[in-house]
């Protein structure tokens, strides 16, 4: 199974941006998903979790400002982001759980200038 992140990119306060994790070499649905973060300097941070069946954990950091989304046929997590803040300047990782086993992908660049 891999992960592939997507949708990172520069972008200015109060601004948005759309984060995508598509999941290829398997036939099922991921179980769950999560986005993580980490800033330069920082230990990665859970942002936001999705479960099988749909309910959603979101960082207090992000509450209101963030949405996770999932489409099983897509096979696809998204991330949606709106009034980004420079703090959330950071590298996103989708996280997806498949029947107990984990895989992340590759990190993709979210950076928000002032």
């Known amino acids: 199974v891999q992960l592939q992140a997507s949708g990172g990119g520069s972008v200015q306060a109060g601004g948005s941006l759309r984060l995508s994790c598509a999941a290829s070499g398997t036939v099922y649905s991921i179980n769950s998903w999560g986005w993580y973060r980490q800033a330069p300097g920082k230990e990665r941070e859970l942002v936001a979790d999705?479960?099988?069946?749909?309910?959603?954990n979101y960082a207090d950091f992000v509450k209101g400002r963030f949405t996770i989304s999932r489409d099983n046929a897509k096979k696809t997590a998204y991330l949606q982001m709106n009034s980004l803040k420079p703090e959330d300047t950071a590298v996103y990782y989708c996280?997806?759980?498949?029947?107990?086993?984990?895989?992340w992908g590759r990190g993709t660049l979210v950076t928000v200038s002032s």
């Open positions: 999705i479960s099988n069946d749909g309910s959603t």
């Open positions: 996280y997806g759980r498949l029947w107990g086993s984990p895989y």
